[in-house]
């Protein structure tokens, strides 16, 4: 991993009226790292996430992301970024390929690079022949991973997954994560969401957050060690105990 900072925010603050909903979070991440960020429903991940994608702007508080800042150069942030959401993005009434060209075209691949990215994607996907199927009609599985493809098809310096394993079952999640694994050793780095917490045991470093606050940040087993724990699903139970903002 990568010593080369690509996101440092400091008492990132967002509100809404009187409700703080992230709390003066400060982080650093490294190029090249795997980035767990963990915390109940209601904790503040999504809304400090879209901050950081540069699609919400902060109360208060700094940062940069890629090397721009957030408050002032939100659209340099996003050519720099992928994102693949819970739902994994995709358009079920076109094709693969439609696909994962609209999503380039979007991120602002010229055409020709476009041909030669998506032809070597299908090759590592083994999804040569299915080109012209419709995505609606493949299994999750395979959705997932065409929805990966996309938010990375024009090698981002981040990419952003919020909640992308959910619905799947577990052999297709570890797949999953050889994924996530292959563009981290390419010098990606990779900011997850996740409820599965033995999803968090595959991160370099994890952040959890409580009611808008990050109440603890480390490695897994640094985290493990500090609370006395044997599994982060312990860790996440004591940090979380308190937790007014949760399901």
Not at 92 to 108: D, K, R
Not at 124 to 143: A, D, F, S, Y
Request: charged residues 25%; glycine residues 8%.
């Amino acid at each position: 991993m990568n010593k080369e900072t690509v996101i440092s925010v400091k008492d990132l603050t967002k509100k809404f009226g009187e409700f703080t909903a992230v709390d003066h979070i400060s982080l650093q991440v490294m190029k090249g790292e795997i980035f767990g960020f963990l915390g109940a429903n209601g904790a503040g991940k999504t809304t400090a996430m879209r901050m950081l994608c540069g699609l919400s702007f902060p109360t208060s508080g700094s940062g940069t992301v890629a090397g721009y800042d957030i408050l002032r150069q939100a659209e340099e942030i996003k050519r720099h970024i992928g994102y693949m959401s819970q739902k994994f993005s995709l358009y079920e009434e076109l094709t693969v390929w439609e696909n994962l060209n609209l999503f380039a075209t979007i991120y602002g691949m010229p055409a020709k690079s476009i041909r030669e990215k998506t032809d070597a994607a299908f090759r590592t996907l083994g999804m040569e022949n299915m080109r012209n199927v419709l995505v609606k009609t493949i299994p999750i599985g395979w959705k997932q991973k065409l929805a990966f493809t996309a938010a990375t098809l024009h090698t981002p310096d981040i990419v952003f997954l919020d909640e992308p394993t959910g619905g799947v079952d577990p052999a297709t999640r570890r797949k999953f994560w050889e994924m996530i694994y292959q563009a981290s050793s390419e010098g990606m780095t990779v900011f997850v969401t996740t409820h599965y917490l033995d999803e968090a045991e595959y991160c370099h470093r994890v952040s959890i957050m409580v009611d808008g606050r990050i109440q603890a940040l480390d490695s897994p087993a640094g985290l493990k060690q500090q609370y006395r724990a044997g599994t982060m699903d312990e860790v996440f139970r004591i940090v979380a105990k308190d937790a007014k903002r949760a399901d």
